[in-house]
Structure formats: structure tokens, C-alpha cells
């Protein structure tokens, strides 16, 4: 599912190393100095009478697009607070991520604890309005931009819940720390960590986490990286001696003279005997791939989902002595075993491209032992795998007293990957490739009586047994099990 998430932490990597700004070469002195002639005539003689500010907020813009590197930015005494309190999940606000919806942005969660929620605003409500004003056609940094503001000042959003009539609900900005690790033990002891960016703490919450998950009788681990654009690179090195040997490679730095720096992990792992899965998307970026590489680079974890974001370049902050500071790119990253990711991404190991299935297939990866079975009620649209009720529903057609089922979801969900190529439907099984067919030209027809309405390939019952799913019907129910052996 293609989800156009505002997500709180941009793609980034970023390191600590506070450099001290160079002395400037007689060359670079001689051009700042018409720079500084050519804003002093600015100044004194243009029409629009620009005021400093302005020439030398224009000369810094310049002098980042020249850079041509889209990572670059120059923070103010006063953005730089700000942004070091975003890398770390303190935040001024109502507590909200938001969607981009067809016509109006939608809730997409809620944190706990913060005025939102106290405030009864749920994951799907439709934000029609804030202050009055109609949300149609603003994009997602509009909608944010209305909604923040500073603790204690009032916002009041617009909201559409269902079919009910809008509501109005005032809300008190707060100060919000969004925690950026989260867990839960999952059936058959498997633990859950969702990490949704790498702020100062990460690496310290996340060996707490594992910890007080095995203590619960953990036996084996879902890392979730969907979503997470990144942040401090110290915390995913952290975060990778947990499973891996102290003074382990965990990623190496290559300069712009090609010199490589090795970094290695530096304490006694914790997580050193799990069965690890990592998810990963294609929003998955820096920090999370640093880590999801490393992992799967020494074969800890395999990686289920889609391809990561590919963003394999490390960027610093140096202080100016104005009090802020200039954000640039100074190294690109190798994951332990030599790969450049950059602008290229992390396979992973086990394509699922349904959102709603991508935990639910991590965890079939860590108990093979249980045949997956997808039960979903035609008459109520509720769908479960392995008795766990999934946010999707599955519709089914009929034709020719047969049932057709939608292709995608129903193959990911029995631990089967699923691509289109050049107009041809292939079929994996791991590695292997069991079935594969020709698209439909029309909408219908084809070798295997594949139908595509709405955009939806359908497949024939038929087709499903030649794949080793069994289907048993019961009323308006039907239920699909696959046997992996």
C-alpha cells in the first residue's frame, strides 16, 4: 500500500562530530569578499531595498544548492534547538501523524497520554477543517503547519468520524515526547519492537526492551522499521552490538578521498541467540537501513517487506559562531559486508507489498511449524490470519459458480511472493518460482481465467489448489490453508 505519511523524523543520518569550522584558503577569502561587495551594493542601491537578513539568508540558500545535495540546510541559533528537540521526539503539539486522504487528511495514530487522545480523537478520523478553515486541497505540510503551534495555545479541528456528522473539538497544544520504541510480546513468545526513528535514547530503550522481553520468556523478535526515516547513526551502532560480538565491524565511513573509517560495537550483546525478522518499506531509510544491512549482512535477521528508501550517505552538524549550524553530507556508509546503498535500497528477503500483512508474514517466518490459514466473512468484511484480525478487507467475487479471490493479498497472506513483470503475474515460493501467468488483456480472459476489475487481479479457486492452499467454505466464510511442507 502506497501510504503518503508525514513522518516526524525526515530521512536522515546524522552524526555528532562537532567539527571546528576550517580556516578559510586565500582563494575562498578573496570570493567572499566580492560576495560581501556584491551584498553591500544590493543593500545600499536595489529598488526593493533588501534588508541584511535577506541578502544573507539568500547568499546561505545559494551557497546549498550549489552543494546539490539535498541533505544540506543551515540552521539559526533558534531552528537548531528546534531541530535537535525533533531528533529526539520532543515536540510541540496535539499528539497526531497524519495521512493524505483522497479529499482530506486522516488521523493516522494517536500517542497516548497526549492532548488528542485525551481529547478522543481516533486513528481514522477525517480532519475536514482546523480553525474554521477547509482542509481540501492543502498538502500535509499545510494541515501540520495549522495544527502545531506553541504549548498551551488553542487549535480546534474538524473532524468526520463514519457516517456521524462532523464534530468540533477544541484542543490545548502540549509539550510531546514521542518515544521512539515500542513493544509487545506477540503469540507463540515472539517479542515485537517498533522502532519509529533513532532519537538520543534509542540504543539505551532498545536494550531495555529486549531485556524486558526475555525476561517475559521471549524466544524470538520482530523488528519494526517501516516508516522510520532515520536519525542519530550512533544509536543503530548501538543498537547492533545487541546481537552481534563485541568489536564487530557495524558499518564503515568512506570520505570524499576515499579513505574508510571503521566503526564496531563496543559492548556485550544481549540478543546474541534470537531468531531475528526485520520490516522494512520504502520508507525504511538511513539509520534504519544501517542496521537492517548490518543484521542482514551477518545473517541475524532476514527482512520482510519492500525495498528500503536507499539513503547511504552520513551528514554532520558544525557549529557557526552565530550559535547555529550547517547540516551537510561528509560520508557515505558501507553496510558490514561492502554494500553501497545509496539511492538503492535493501532487498529484502521476503517481498510482501500488503501493508496489513507484513507483521503477520514476519511472524510466519519465525514459526514455519504453523500452516498459515486466512479466514475472512464475506458478509462482514472481518479477515484473520492465523486467528489474528488483519485491517484489510478481502472481497471475494463469483463467476461461473466459482469463487474469484483477490490475488495480492490472498498469496501474501500464504506466505507466497507475488510480482508483476512486463504484464506477467510470477509466484514464489522462497526462491522458486511455482506458477506464473500471463495478464488478462480486457479484464478478462487469459491462460489461467484471471479477472482484473477496479485495478484488482482476481484468481480463480482452481488456480489456488495447483498452489497447495486448501479452501473449506462454511456459510458466508470461506478459510485457506496452506500446507508448507
Not at 543503530?236 to 565491524?249: C, E, Q, R, S, Y
Not at 487481479?457 to 466464510?477: A, H, T, V
Request: aromatic letters at 8%; a negative charge; one cysteine or more.
Amino acid at each position: 500500500m502506497n501510504r503518503r505519511i508525514l513522518i516526524l523524523v525526515c530521512v536522515l543520518l546524522v552524526v555528532f562530530g562537532w567539527f571546528k569550522p576550517a580556516q578559510a584558503a586565500d582563494d575562498l577569502e578573496s570570493d567572499a569578499a566580492l560576495v560581501l561587495e556584491l551584498m553591500d551594493l544590493m543593500h545600499e542601491y536595489h529598488l526593493n531595498n533588501p534588508d541584511a537578513d535577506t541578502l544573507t539568508n539568500g547568499a546561505i540558500q545559494g551557497l546549498l544548492d550549489s552543494l546539490e545535495d539535498p541533505y544540506a540546510d543551515y540552521f539559526s541559533a533558534d531552528t537548531l534547538k528546534d531541530y535537535i528537540d525533533s531528533l529526539n521526539g520532543y515536540l510541540e503539539g496535539i499528539g497526531i501523524e497524519i495521512l493524505a486522504g483522497e479529499q482530506y487528511p486522516c488521523v493516522y495514530s494517536v500517542i497516548p497520554g497526549t492532548p488528542a487522545a485525551k481529547s478522543g480523537i481516533m486513528a481514522g478520523d477525517i480532519i475536514v477543517a482546523v480553525d474554521g478553515k477547509s482542509t481540501v486541497g492543502w498538502t500535509l505540510a499545510d494541515v501540520v503547519e495549522k495544527i502545531k503551534g506553541p504549548s498551551g495555545s488553542v487549535v480546534v479541528l474538524t473532524i468526520q468520524r463514519g457516517e456521524d456528522d462532523s464534530l468540533d473539538v477544541d484542543l490545548k497544544r502540549a509539550d510531546i515526547h514521542l518515544p521512539s520504541v515500542h513493544q509487545e510480546m506477540l503469540a507463540g513468545q515472539t517479542g515485537y519492537i517498533n522502532l519509529t526513528f533513532f532519537g538520543s535514547d534509542t540504543g539505551r530503550e532498545f536494550n531495555k526492551a529486549v531485556r524486558d522481553l526475555k525476561a517475559a520468556g521471549m524466544t524470538s523478535l520482530i523488528i519494526d522499521l517501516r516508516n522510520n526515516g532515520g536519525g542519530y547513526a550512533q544509536e543503530a551502532v548501538d543498537i547492533i552490538g545487541d546481537f552481534v560480538a563485541k568489536d564487530t565491524l557495524a558499518v564503515s565511513t568512506v570520505d570524499r578521498q576515499g579513505n574508510r573509517e571503521e566503526v564496531r560495537t563496543w559492548d556485550k550483546p544481549v540478543a546474541d541467540s534470537l531468531p531475528v525478522v526485520v520490516i522494512v518499506n520504502e520508507l525504511s531509510a538511513s539509520a534504519s537501513e544501517l542496521l537492517a544491512g548490518a543484521l542482514q549482512d551477518y545473517k541475524i535477521a532476514s527482512l520482510v517487506g519492500t525495498a528500503t528508501f536507499g539513503k547511504g550517505v552520513v551528514q554532520t552538524i558544525i557549529p557557526l559562531s552565530s550559535g547555529g549550524a550547517l547540516k551537510m553530507t561528509v560520508f557515505k556508509y558501507l553496510t558490514p559486508a561492502g554494500q553501497d546503498i545509496d539511492s538503492v535500497g535493501l532487498t529484502p528477503d521476503h517481498y510482501v507489498f500488503t501493508w496489513e500483512l507484513q507483521k503477520e508474514v514476519a511472524w510466519q517466518t519465525l514459526h514455519p511449524e504453523h500452516m498459515p490459514r486466512l479466514t475472512f466473512d464475506l458478509a462482514t468484511g472481518r479477515t484473520t490470519l492465523n486467528d489474528r484480525v488483519l485491517e484489510i478487507n478481502i472481497k471475494a467475487r463469483i463467476k461461473d459458480g466459482a469463487y474469484m479471490l483477490p490475488l495480492r493479498p490472498v498469496l501474501e497472506a500464504m506466505f507466497y511472493q507475488v510480482f508483476w513483470q512486463d504484464g506477467v503475474i510470477k509466484v514464489f515460493a522462497g526462491q522458486k518460482e511455482v506458477w506464473r501467468a500471463n495478464l488478462p488483456k480486457g479484464g478478462t480472459g487469459g491462460q489461467s481465467d484471471i479477472i482484473v476489475q477496479d485495478g484488482v487481479s482476481y484468481l480463480p479457486e482452481n488456480i489456488l489448489r495447483q498452489l497447495n492452499i486448501d479452501i473449506s467454505k462454511e456459510e458466508s466464510k470461506i478459510t485457506l490453508t496452506r500446507s508448507m511442507q
